[in-house]
């Protein structure tokens, strides 16, 4: 009975098998111990936290046999594994019992103990159990390398490498990974980086995963085979030594109740670390409590013409944002409602809501793939519900908490973001894109504003239409298309189609527009224009010839985009402008491009200094004057043009560097 009332989830349950466990004994003790504690454990595992926090993302990692089932505290597996290893069979399961108390140790900052019980299980089996033996030692020894004890370390990879088995290779690769590893930290020339990890009230966070990822892998889930994972110490401490250089970022993995109720306040592309030759770098990371949320919450419906959000002041905040969540199918999207919201509540109508861009996602209808109907639709779907959420910046657009995250408990719950918006009513246009009748929905949709040229949802909705079926047919907006996009620019003062106007009369060359566009862009943004729009108004200037223009708008952009993506186009304005490579190689070491997906990015440095190795080779004054003319080409952005340049050109660095500037996007 306790067995089951622990795996239903029943109030009591734990505390029931727990007092089973303790009245049991022999090999039944240890059978209770084996299939509830063991078989759903971590064996050290650095990627198994319930929760890996990365640079504005979360993911939850957790499987478990018994998903209803109550979780067990480190505190109280310890009790039962100590047991287990002291006393328990000498069978396959005792190194898990041994990896997992050296887990539970170690994420109490308890060092010692862990490696203690590993050598005591080591000492336990016997000569058939020659593997786990192994694996056992080597665990020490990366435990060892961890806590900056390379001596001991060392000795136990040795005293492996002496007595190898061929068989096994994967051990051997990690042997060898180790000691490569252990080389590196003893190198004081090396890079490193280091910081602590702890909550804003002061408490210090021992045990947490930390993991230093390069920019190729963090499109892909954490690994254990990557190379820079570690746990903070018993003082939440960290340590990477032997950094290769490169462009990395800090993800954390946390227990459910490090994080309940707490968030790590970071945005996607804003926590880059660039690693170079020889530096040790400190990078503190310190855990935020969550916003509470006031109104409205707990699915309240909205029937009036305006809703009125607030949530508890943070201080420090000079300004927040608003979002908002919408549902579809197996999962939600967020986008953004409001941004640089100055006190901590905002009455907005909802035709502001209405008209929120919102993407699309897709989904099933019949055998058919088509836009999910809620998300195209947004707030103005009255059948669905909406939750929202709120960020707090500080004055210089640092990200200071949030209040979505991880609220497991009572104590940490607060007010549900949930609510309703029922003051329309779903038109008939509006029904047939609900039953994924897309195309009669459009026809109905521009119908209706044919009759009345003020309705702006039907012009939003026909906007959303015509664009998806742009993109599906991977062709640009026709005449007709691009009539009903202008007329939403001029009434809707959210500013959010005027960014694909930009971009169709920038590909055709119609300049004029794309200033006036842009300008009505800016105006909608109060002069905050994001950054990937900025950078490709600037490249359209330069297309044009307008080189100093260009050159204002990219290093704006640049300073607000971490991704470094149009470095190399601000890196060509300054070369054309004064010809200065130092200045142009500082920019490049400054703000490296990434290398996302394993995708090898330009080294606009490198680049750069072969520039300069060229340019006093030719020991030619003509040789700026020749660098204007191939960055023009490269400028302009006309594949045969550079092509026919290219072919004609004796300067290869300078062939380099037009080649990747065309590339830019």
């Known amino acids: 009975m306790a067995k089951k009332h622990f795996e239903q989830g029943t109030v009591?349950?734990?505390?029931?098998?727990?007092?089973?466990?303790?009245?049991s004994s022999g090999d039944d003790k240890w059978a209770l111990i084996r299939r509830y504690m063991i078989e759903n454990g971590r064996d050290m595992s650095m990627t198994s936290f319930d929760v890996i926090a990365g640079d504005g993302t979360f993911q939850t990692g957790t499987v478990t046999l018994f998903p209803d089932a109550p979780r067990w505290t480190g505190e109280e597996k310890i009790k039962y594994l100590e047991a287990y290893v002291e006393g328990g069979p000498v069978n396959g399961y005792l190194d898990r019992a041994a990896k997992q108390l050296a887990f539970e140790y170690l994420m109490l900052g308890r060092t010692e103990d862990a490696t203690r019980a590993l050598d005591r299980t080591e000492q336990r089996l016997s000569g058939s159990y020659d593997n786990q033996k192994r694996e056992l030692k080597f665990t020490r020894a990366n435990i060892y390398a961890d806590t900056n004890e390379p001596e001991t370390a060392d000795r136990l990879?040795?005293?492996?490498?002496?007595?190898?088995n061929r068989q096994d290779t994967y051990l051997t690769d990690k042997i060898a990974k180790l000691k490569a590893r252990i080389v590196e930290q003893r190198d004081d020339t090396a890079s490193s980086v280091s910081g602590t990890i702890k909550k804003s009230d002061g408490t210090l966070m021992p045990g947490v995963g930390v993991y230093l990822r390069s920019s190729r892998d963090i499109y892909h889930s954490l690994l254990d085979s990557e190379p820079y994972l570690t746990l903070t110490d018993s003082e939440g401490n960290f340590t990477f030594k032997g950094v290769a250089p490169?462009?990395?970022?800090?993800?954390i993995g946390l227990n459910?109740?490090?994080?309940?109720?707490w968030t790590r306040p970071a945005n996607n592309n804003e926590e880059w670390i660039d690693v170079r030759g020889g530096e040790q770098l400190t990078r503190d990371i310190t855990l935020q409590r969550l916003i509470q949320l006031r109104a409205p919450v707990d699915q309240q419906v909205i029937t009036g013409e305006t809703v009125r959000f607030e949530w508890e002041p943070f201080e420090g905040a000079a300004y927040y944002k608003l979002n908002g969540t919408f549902p579809v199918e197996n999962g939600s999207v967020g986008f953004q409602i409001k941004d640089h919201i100055e006190p901590n509540s905002i009455e907005l109508p909802l035709e502001t809501l209405y008209g929120v861009a919102t993407g699309y996602s897709y989904k099933k209808f019949g055998d058919k793939e088509l836009p999910d109907p809620s998300n195209l639709l947004g707030f103005a779907d009255s059948s669905s519900r909406f939750s929202w959420s709120v960020e707090a910046y500080d004055a210089g657009g640092k990200l200071l908490t949030r209040s979505n995250g991880y609220r497991l408990n009572e104590k940490t719950m607060?007010?549900?973001p949930f609510f309703y918006l029922k003051a329309r009513t779903l038109t008939d246009a509006?029904?047939?894109?609900?039953?994924?009748?897309?195309?009669e929905a459009l026809i109905a949709y521009k119908a209706d504003y044919a009759r009345n040229d003020q309705d702006h949802h039907s012009l939003r909705m026909i906007v959303k239409l015509l664009g998806i079926n742009a993109t599906d047919k991977k062709q640009p907006f026709d005449a007709g298309s691009l009539t009903y996009l202008e007329k939403l620019a001029s009434v809707d003062d959210s500013g959010n189609v005027l960014a694909s106007l930009i971009d169709h009369y920038g590909s055709v060359g119609n300049w004029p527009l794309v200033d006036q566009y842009y300008g009505m862009l800016k105006d909608a943004r109060q002069g905050k224009v994001e950054s990937y729009t900025q950078a490709y108004y600037g490249t359209l200037l330069l297309k044009q010839g307008r080189v100093q223009e260009g050159e204002a708008q990219l290093r704006q952009a640049q300073k607000n985009d971490p991704s470094n993506q149009f470095i190399g186009s601000y890196i060509a304005c300054v070369l054309y402008l004064s010809g200065d490579l130092d200045q142009a190689e500082e920019l490049a070491r400054q703000y490296p491009e990434r290398s996302y997906y394993d995708k090898a990015n330009p080294d606009w440095s490198k680049l750069v200094h072969e520039l300069a190795e060229e340019s006093r080779d030719a020991n030619d004054e003509s040789y700026f004057l020749k660098l204007q003319e191939a960055l023009r080409v490269g400028f302009n952005g006309d594949q045969a043009r550079i092509e026919d340049w290219m072919a004609a050109s004796d300067n290869a660095a300078m062939r380099a560097f037009v080649l990747e500037l065309s590339k830019v996007d």
Request: aromatic share 6%; proline share 0%.
């Open 12 to 23: 009591g349950g734990k505390e029931e098998l727990l007092r089973a466990i303790d009245a």
């Open 157 to 164: 990879l040795n005293e492996l490498s002496e007595r190898s």
């Open 246 to 251: 490169g462009s990395y970022v800090i993800y």
């Open 256 to 261: 459910f109740e490090q994080i309940d109720g």
């Open 414 to 416: 607060g007010h549900l």
């Open 430 to 439: 509006d029904r047939l894109l609900l039953e994924g009748r897309m195309d």
